[in-house]
Each structure stands twice: as structure tokens, then as C-alpha cells.
């Protein structure tokens, strides 16, 4: 297992994630704990790029229940269509929230929050759970991580 990622010098997203997503791979081959995967994915995610807050929600019955994550504590239980988690579930489609403030029905799980990624993990076109990506800077996040966080999604899907 590796301890370090490899990155470019770059500041390209695209291509850091690019390189990431091979990397991650790696680090989930072989192991057939979900948990201790999704773990791994979370850290690494925070690792690479500097976000606030990284983890998954998963399903349970009718809300989301707060699974391996990296940062500060975080709301346990999220209610279906409800926050921005909440809407990636209902909606089965990422949510990009530049201004988590901004957004109708917020739940403010840290105040230090700006803004936000939620990606829903889909397997047989149905949620089972949700990759949340926060920062602690207003419209932090691109299309580039939009398109890379959903690429790290696709690669979650496989672990259930």
C-alpha cells in the first residue's frame, strides 16, 4: 500500500485528478472492507487536494448515515431530500454549491463551511450512498472537480 499519492507539478485539476484516480485504485485493490476503503478514499481525497471536510453519507432505511469521513464533526443523520446531501439523494444528481448560504435548507453541520460538492454513489440506478466534499472558501470547487469527485463516485459504486 502506498503512503503518499504522486502528483505532477501542476495546479490542473484535470489532471491532478487524472493521476489521482489510478492511484485510488490501488489503494482499495484487494481490500473487501467497504468501510476500511471508503476510509482510505476520504483521506486521500483530503490529502490531495487541502479540503475542509471529506466523507461519505450512507443510506439507511429513509436517511443518510454518516460513514468514514476526514475533518471536523460532522451531522449524523441527514433526512431524505433535506441539506445538500439530502438533495443528491433525492435528485440522484451532484449538487455544486458555491455558497453553501446561499442554498435553500442548508443544514449547518459546521459554520466554517462556504461551500460544498455532493455527489450521489449510484449502483443499479439507485443511491446507496454520498460523496461530501466541503471547503471553508466560497466557490472553491470547478467543473473539473465536479467531473473528478463523480469519477471518484463511479469508483466507489464498485465497492457494494
Not at 485528478?17 to 472492507?33: A, C, F, S
Not at 481525497?45 to 469521513?69: A, E, K, M, N, T
Amino acid at each position: 500500500m502506498a503512503e503518499n499519492l504522486m502528483f505532477s507539478n501542476t495546479d490542473d485539476r484535470r489532471v491532478q485528478y487524472t493521476e489521482l484516480l489510478p492511484q485510488l485504485r490501488g489503494l482499495i485493490q484487494g481490500e473487501p472492507d467497504r468501510v476500511a476503503n471508503l476510509a482510505n478514499l476520504a483521506a486521500a481525497l483530503r490529502q490531495s487536494f487541502g479540503f475542509f471536510w471529506v466523507g461519505f453519507y450512507l443510506v439507511r432505511d429513509d436517511q443518510l448515515v454518516l460513514g468514514p469521513f476526514q475533518g471536523d464533526i460532522a451531522c449524523t443523520r441527514i433526512d431524505y431530500g433535506q441539506g445538500v446531501c439530502g438533495a443528491a439523494w433525492a435528485e440522484a444528481t451532484s449538487q455544486w454549491v458555491p455558497n453553501v448560504d446561499a442554498f435553500p435548507g442548508h443544514i449547518v453541520c459546521s459554520s466554517l463551511s462556504r461551500s460544498e460538492v455532493v455527489v450521489p454513489i449510484m449502483v443499479d440506478d439507485e443511491v446507496v450512498a454520498v460523496l461530501d466534499v466541503d471547503s471553508d472558501q466560497v466557490d472553491a470547487f470547478n467543473e473539473a472537480d465536479i467531473e473528478g469527485l463523480q469519477s471518484v463516485a463511479q469508483l466507489c459504486a464498485d465497492l457494494w
